[in-house]
């Protein structure tokens, strides 16, 4: 009965990693999953999150089944983190917060939530976005189409493009924003851009729905880099967030996050907080609790707090580094005069090359560099050693 299944294709992005793994060659640099590595090209589990296991370790803590909602002290530090301690949204009550499946669980369960509660509404999303997205609204059978973003000509934002597709969408819309370190492009608004995206999306009476995968990652800073969300936030605005700990904290695979909502009072908060237990219990019952038990406890703890914050800037340095060298690479290497300077105005772990399917078929074919075939390079998986190797690789394709 099984026979008639067909084969999936490999998924673009994880794809990458398996076909790395499958090449012998010395040479070989995965640049394609957005995994954090060190200088020697290794994983890296922070010293904090060693720390916090410790503890948990010597406390002796059980496995006891969290309720539906999560680790009540997760959800009090995930919503303080994103919107700051003191914003008058959870000092009033007005946030639901549940913990979930990381980044990508909270964003199904928030499109199991539209599809349920909001039937008539569409969920527009950005040109290009991270690959999954189209996956998790089209599983959760909620309708989407683009909204202009990238411009390939200037290699930025095509902000024109973008404000005139969220206003020329139907009223009432959700549109999913990247709260910072835009993925796949690394391009973001500037405060200004900000403030307008809020204008248009406050007219049409649409809902911000923001993905934050990159707090505290980007720039360096948690506050920072949740700008863009506070500032919604700030107007009044009711607003939807999902948050994953896999970057920050480096917790992949522990599926620790969060999806929150601000609403207009706190028993709608009730309400709404309600109704996502109720679409979480039949899918996956409740959260795991380890990912969790780390985020409070680091958290939680003011000189483990201060770590993180360090190892966090240490990380988002390293990048910023390897950042410069390779546009220093390349601007030596090109003799064609082309401008590299987009790849120090991009932000976070990747770099939007510009390389298209083909070029980037070379990147593999010929030079062993493992990479979305959208042109998208995780600068995360670089090496300040590689970067001349890199550069080489990229002058080669682009101008053959
Ligand atoms: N959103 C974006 C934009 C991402 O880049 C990622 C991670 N690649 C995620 C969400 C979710 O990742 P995770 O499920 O591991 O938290």
Redesign the pocket.
């Known amino acids: 009965r099984f026979e008639g299944v067909p084969m999936a294709p490999p998924d673009p992005i994880l794809g990458v990693s398996e076909a790395f793994k499958a090449d012998t060659n010395d040479l070989k640099l995965n640049l394609g999953v957005?995994a954090y590595r060190t200088e020697e090209l290794q994983p890296y589990v922070l010293n904090v999150v060693k720390k916090a296991e410790k503890l948990m370790l010597e406390r002796g803590e059980n496995k006891e089944y969290l309720p539906i909602e999560g680790l009540a002290a997760f959800n009090k530090a995930t919503a303080e983190l994103l919107f700051g301690a003191d914003n008058p949204v959870i000092k009033q009550g007005l946030v639901a917060t549940l913990q979930a499946?990381?980044?990508?669980?909270s964003?199904r369960l928030a499109a199991a939530f539209i599809q349920r509660y909001f039937p008539e509404a569409k969920v527009i999303i950005s040109s290009p976005?991270?690959g999954?997205?189209k996956n998790i609204f089209n599983d959760a059978r909620v309708p989407w189409s683009e909204y202009r973003y990238y411009d390939p000509k200037t290699v930025g934002l095509d902000f024109e493009g973008m404000i005139a597709d969220i206003e020329a969408a139907p009223e009432g819309s959700f549109v999913l924003l990247?709260g910072c370190a835009h993925?796949p492009t690394g391009i973001d608004p500037t405060p200004e851009q900000w403030e307008k995206i809020a204008d248009v999306i406050q007219e049409k009476k649409h809902m911000p729905f923001f993905?934050v995968?990159?707090q505290g990652f980007a720039s360096g800073s948690l506050d920072e880099d949740a700008f863009s969300v506070r500032l919604f936030v700030k107007r009044g605005m009711e607003v939807f967030v999902?948050q994953?700990?896999?970057?920050n904290l480096g917790l992949?695979a522990e599926?620790i996050?969060a999806i929150n909502v601000v609403c207009s009072a706190p028993e709608v908060a009730d309400r709404v907080k309600s109704q996502l237990k109720r679409l979480a219990r039949p899918m996956y019952s409740n959260p795991p609790i380890h990912g969790a038990k780390i985020v409070a406890n680091v958290v939680g703890d003011p000189t483990m707090f201060g770590e993180w914050k360090q190892e966090m800037e240490q990380m988002a340095g390293r990048i910023k580094n390897v950042r410069q060298k390779l546009y220093d690479s390349l601007s030596a290497k090109d003799k064609s005069g082309k401008d590299w300077s987009f790849i120090l105005r991009q932000i976070g772990m990747f770099s939007y090359t510009g390389l298209n399917k083909t070029q980037s078929d070379n990147m593999t074919d010929k030079w062993h560099v493992y990479m979305t075939k959208d042109g998208r390079i995780s600068l995360a998986g670089l090496s300040l050693a590689k970067c001349d190797y890199l550069a080489d690789a990229i002058i080669d394709s682009f101008h053959n």
């Not at 499946?101 to 669980?105: A, D, K």
Request: hydrophobic share 20%.
């Open positions: 957005g499946l990381s980044g990508t669980g964003l976005t991270w999954n997205h990247h993925n993905d995968a990159y999902a994953s700990y896999s970057k992949y599926r996050g």
